[in-house]
């Protein structure tokens, strides 16, 4: 059975940095590309980054290009989103995806809240 | 970018009764590369559609897409109590790969 686990959300001042893991199990991490979204309370979903499956081609929204970084490790079957320089608008739950023809397979997600 | 636009925002509709959602494109989804999710309070997104008209694994005959180019819908074609739901497009065939603002499909 697909299980994806997202971790290392939490509550991190403006201009701060956090990384968020997913951890992914029940299928070849390795065939897939996989993809990280997000969703602000009460708002509607958010395409972030989408990472190939040996981590050579990345995709960013354009609001967070330059300040986040999409990265897996395949031995480790674990996806990652290197967050830095956030922003109170950055504050959402993250979601990871595993995408194929359309996201099938979601984490139950994390929360971010950017706040001082 | 791809901007999708849904339509209506919110469609109030009662137990048994036809839904059907448009997402409109501002420009062309290549190879029909457009997704539909059905979201609850609280959950992840589930995915419904993908291909434009192809129904995932395990989800029931009365959801059904259709559409090409720039203009899709999604038809619930008996509501059942359970599709009470926000419900998103997505295209995933160029970057960046944008949703839709989503409809409310609520009980009348």
């Known amino acids: 059975e697909v299980h994806l686990v997202e971790s290392g959300g939490g509550l991190v001042q403006p201009g701060g940095s956090l990384r968020l893991s997913c951890a992914a199990s029940g299928f070849t991490f390795s065939n897939y590309w996989m993809t990280w979204v997000r969703q602000a309370p009460g708002k509607g979903l958010e395409w972030v980054a989408t990472i190939n499956q040996d981590g050579s081609d990345k995709y960013y929204v354009d609001s967070v290009k330059g300040r986040f970084t999409i990265s897996r490790d395949n031995a480790k079957n674990s996806l990652y989103l290197q967050m830095n320089s956030l922003r109170a608008e950055d504050t959402a739950v993250y979601y990871c995806?595993?995408?194929?023809?359309?996201?099938?397979?979601w984490g139950q997600g994390t929360l971010v809240t950017v706040s001082s | 970018e791809i901007v999708l636009t849904q339509s209506p925002g919110t469609l109030s509709l009662s137990p048994g009764e036809r839904a059907t959602l448009s997402c409109r494109a501002s420009q062309s989804v290549s190879s029909s590369y457009l997704a539909w999710y059905q979201q609850k309070p609280g959950q992840a997104p589930r995915l419904l559609i993908y291909g434009a008209s192809s129904r995932a694994t395990g989800i029931p005959d009365r959801f059904s897409g259709s559409g090409s180019g720039t203009d899709f819908t999604l038809t619930i074609s008996r509501l059942e109590p359970e599709d009470f739901a926000m419900y998103y497009c997505q295209q995933y065939g160029s970057s960046p790969r944008t949703f839709g603002q989503g409809t409310k499909v609520e009980i009348k």
């Open positions: 995806a595993r995408s194929n023809t359309g996201y099938y397979y």
